[in-house]
Every structure is written in structure tokens, then in C-alpha cells.
């Protein structure tokens, strides 16, 4: 037991900087190579939020030492925001910083005017799929979609 009781004990440092460093570390850099810029949003997130925790950490690190389970709960929390199947900090920007700052409005450039106006319109999640649809199917097909929505609305 003292084997499994010393790893238990120290898993945010043998664990920890892989899955709060390493890894967003890598996949942020994915992001940057990648042409689509949705991905990007998810890790300038993480590493803002990664940012506030250590600056509070920083800070307060006197009463942390007198909380046990902080090292934990620090480390579920960046698993929350870094593993793909939650997207945490993707999350976070969408349900909290967003309605604060409008610059989540952003869409690149390369759009016609109308397809900026219906991507600005959408969550992040709808715009990755619209990118991945563009991608595979290219602007013209978005177009068309465009326009039959316009018909259909014209008709109601």
C-alpha cells in the first residue's frame, strides 16, 4: 500500500503537467497549423484560464496550503476544460465571457458578406460544423443553403 498510497498522494505532479501543459501545449499548436480558426478559441481560452487559476494560485498560496484537496480539485478542473469530450474552456467562453465581449462575432474575412452574417449568427459548435461542411463541400454549397433558407422564409 505505500506504493499506491505515495502515487495517490502525488498524481497532480506525476499526472499534472501532461494534462495541463503537455498536452494543450500540443494541441495548441495543432490549432495554430489547422486552417480553421474555431479551434483556436477553445485553447487561447484554456491558456487564459490557465493564466487566472496559476495568478490566483500566486496569490493566495498561503491559504492553499491549508486546503488538502486544491491540488485535486485544480486538476479536475483543467481535465474539465482540456480533454475534447468536454471542451470546458470552449464552454466557459460561450456561456460566460461571450456576452460580455462581442469580439466571439469575428469571422474570417475569406466569407462572402452574407455567409459572415449567418456564421456570426451561429454558436461556436454550428460554425465548426459549417466550416467542416464548407471544407468538404466548398462556399458554393453553403451559398445554396443560404438561399434556400431565404426562400423558405420569404414563403412563411
Not at 478542473?77 to 474552456?89: E, K, R, S, T
Not at 465571457?97 to 452574407?114: A, L, W
Not at 459572415?116 to 466548398?138: N, Y
Request: charged share 20%; with cysteine.
Amino acid at each position: 500500500m505505500g506504493v499506491l498510497g505515495a502515487l495517490a498522494r502525488h498524481l497532480d505532479s506525476l499526472v499534472g503537467p501532461g494534462i495541463m501543459l503537455l498536452y494543450p501545449l500540443y494541441a495548441s499548436m495543432r490549432a495554430i497549423e489547422s486552417p480553421s480558426s474555431l479551434d483556436d478559441q477553445q485553447w487561447l481560452t484554456y491558456w487564459v484560464l490557465y493564466s487566472l487559476i496559476t495568478l490566483f494560485e500566486l496569490s493566495c498560496w498561503k491559504a492553499l496550503q491549508w486546503l488538502p484537496l486544491w491540488p485535486y480539485v485544480k486538476l479536475l478542473f483543467c481535465c474539465w476544460l482540456v480533454l475534447p469530450i468536454f471542451n470546458g474552456a470552449a464552454y466557459i467562453y460561450e456561456t460566460h465571457v461571450r456576452r460580455y465581449f462581442k469580439i466571439g462575432q469575428y469571422v474570417s474575412p475569406g466569407y462572402s458578406e452574407r455567409q459572415r452574417k449567418v456564421l456570426q449568427m451561429m454558436s461556436l459548435d454550428a460554425r465548426k460544423s459549417v466550416e467542416r461542411f464548407i471544407e468538404t463541400h466548398g462556399p458554393g454549397a453553403l451559398e445554396k443553403i443560404i438561399q434556400a433558407a431565404e426562400q423558405e422564409a420569404k414563403r412563411a
